[in-house]
Each structure stands twice: as structure tokens, then as C-alpha cells.
């Protein structure tokens, strides 16, 4: 885990919970599960694009969605931050990213599609750690 202490003010946060969000995406990127978790809430609740409809609640319930989506990636797949804005107060913070997520084919097909990402940040002993996530597409018909 990374340490995340903030000593330097809001702005330092931003760039604190900027840099872990750089490093999830990386993480998530290369199938990296450890660092994907890392920074996650031992009580994270995410809302993700497959079911389950009222989401996973749990870092082992979290960490049990990866490795089907790393499956995936494993063809070829994106997973890049075209966008990323982060608001911190003293202690709650958030972010919403837009990120090119897809294969080549799909990507191919539907260049313009992005997945939408936000994150709900705590900061706990002086740690950020992301608390709550949220993956969506627009829909299309």
C-alpha cells in the first residue's frame, strides 16, 4: 500500500488521489490485483457495469470481479484515462474519469464509447482510500 498522508494541503490531496488513480488504472491494466486492491476499503461497495444489479459490497467481494474482466483484457483490451477531475475536502473526497475501454474491434466499431468511472475517497489515518466506485456506459441502442 502506498502512503498517501497528506501534509501539504487540498491541493497535495488532489494530486495524492490523482497519482492512486493513475496507479489503480495502471494496476487494472496489467492485471495486477495486489495493486489493484491496494487502496480500497475494506468495506467498498461498487456498481459495475455486468450484474450483480445492487452491486458488490466488500473487498472480497471486490476482488472477486477481477479476474473475468482480466480475462477479457488479456485480448487486447484498453483500459486508458482520457479524462480525470478530483475535488478533495479534509477528509471525503471524489473523482470521475472518462476512460477508452474496449478491444480493438469494439473500439473499432465504437470509437467515441468511453467508460464512465467515479470514485468516492476517505481518507482513514491519514490515507486516501477509495471507499466507493462506480463503472458505467452510456446506453445505446
Known amino acids: 500500500m502506498t502512503d498517501t498522508t497528506d501534509t501539504k494541503g487540498p491541493e497535495n490531496d488532489e494530486a495524492l488521489i490523482r497519482e492512486l488513480i493513475e496507479r489503480w488504472a495502471e494496476a487494472v491494466h496489467a492485471g495486477d ?3 489493484v486492491l491496494a487502496d480500497h476499503a475494506q468495506d467498498i461497495v461498487m456498481y459495475d457495469v455486468p450484474p450483480p444489479q445492487e452491486g ?3 473487498l472480497d467481494a471486490y476482488r472477486a470481479t477481477w479476474p473475468p474482466f482480466f480475462e477479457w483484457q488479456a485480448k487486447g483490451a484498453s483500459f486508458d484515462i482520457l479524462s480525470l477531475d478530483v475535488t478533495a475536502g479534509a477528509d471525503v473526497a471524489y473523482a470521475h474519469a472518462l476512460l477508452r475501454c474496449g478491444t480493438p474491434d469494439e473500439l473499432a466499431t465504437r470509437p467515441d464509447t468511453r467508460l464512465r468511472l467515479t470514485l468516492g ?3 482513514e489515518d491519514g490515507r486516501w482510500i477509495v471507499a466507493h466506485e462506480h463503472h458505467s456506459f452510456p446506453y445505446e441502442d
Do not use: E, I, M, P
Request: proline residues 0%; aromatic residues 0%.
Open 121 to 123: 475517497l476517505r481518507k
Open 33 to 35: 490485483l495486489d495493486t
Open 56 to 58: 458488490v459490497r466488500g
